[in-house]
């Protein structure tokens, strides 16, 4: 019967992701309902519970992928691949409403730049405490707290180790994990609450799976303008990274 049972789950592997991500979303609005009154919204327990899972599935297999490793559970990695991922990503485009995006102009432009920085001097800040001297080590790390994706990016551009790489992809994943689980707590101190400040805010985050996970905990209808701006910090990231960062970085190191 367990055998069966298995087999049609990993035959159908994506359907299963579905009715798992079903259930936790389910439990978690209702834990939201019963236990907050609403003032936690169900999608951040949802991503509380999904890290939770993650961990003690990685725990109890001893594999690298949480819950994946677990053949009752695979295909949640399927709904959680990178096509799904990114298709999720360039759809939240078609929310946006052009006269909305108008409004933050210059602000929002302002945001990617003054995001990037900051977030570039605080991974250089880190690696700085931890031994890290050189100009490629330093903004390697430095852009993985940009965003995981701009740090190996990076890295790879100017000829960083792969321990370096995997640390600066670290310290991208745990920002991306704090603004998930943060910005429904700091969003009525800060006036996200429109779409306006939603666009600064992606600016400023950039990360986009933190983003869009905390702006839907936040409101749904704020996701859009969010995401659309943490694109562009990416690849401005990218660009930025291995030139003028690096040249900045070089002419410290020296």
């Given amino acids: 019967m367990y055998e069966s049972m ?4 990993n035959g159908y592997g ?23 009154h609403g003032r936690l919204h169900g999608s951040a327990i949802a991503i509380f519970l999904g890290l939770v899972l993650s961990y003690f599935g ?24 990178a096509m799904l991922r990114d298709f999720a990503i360039v759809a939240t485009a078609f929310g946006v409403n052009i006269d909305e995006l108008k409004r933050a102009g210059v602000s929002g432009v302002i945001s990617l730049f003054f995001g990037i920085a900051v977030s570039f001097v ?10 890290y001297t050189d100009a490629v080590s330093l903004t ?4 993985g707290a940009v965003t995981y994706i701009v740090g190996p990016v990076t890295g790879a551009a100017i000829g960083a180790s792969s321990e370096v790489m995997a640390l600066s992809i670290a310290a991208g994943l745990v920002k991306a994990i704090l603004v ?10 800060i006036g996200l609450n429109n779409p306006r400040t939603a ?9 986009s799976s ?14 859009p303008y969010g995401c659309l701006t943490a694109a562009f910090y990416t690849a401005l990231g990218c660009l930025l990274g291995p030139s003028l960062l690096f040249f900045i970085m070089r002419a410290i190191a020296l």
Avoid: E, N
């Fill in 180 to 189: 998930m689980v943060v910005t429904p707590f700091v969003a009525p101190m």
């Fill in 58 to 81: 990685g725990v109890m297999t001893g594999g690298h992928k949480g819950l994946v490793d677990i053949p009752l559970l695979s295909g949640v990695g399927l709904l959680g691949g």
């Fill in 6 to 9: 298995i087999k049609v789950i």
């Fill in 210 to 223: 933190g983003v869009a996970g905390g702006l839907a905990a936040t409101d749904p209808k704020l996701v």
């Fill in 122 to 131: 605080a991974g250089v800040g880190v690696a700085m405490a931890f031994g």
């Fill in 140 to 143: 390697t790390i430095g852009a």
């Fill in 14 to 36: 994506l359907i299963s992701g579905f009715a798992v991500i079903g259930v936790t979303m389910w439990l978690s609005y209702w834990l939201s309902a019963k236990l907050t």
């Fill in 199 to 207: 666009v600064i805010f992606g600016g400023l985050m950039g990360t």
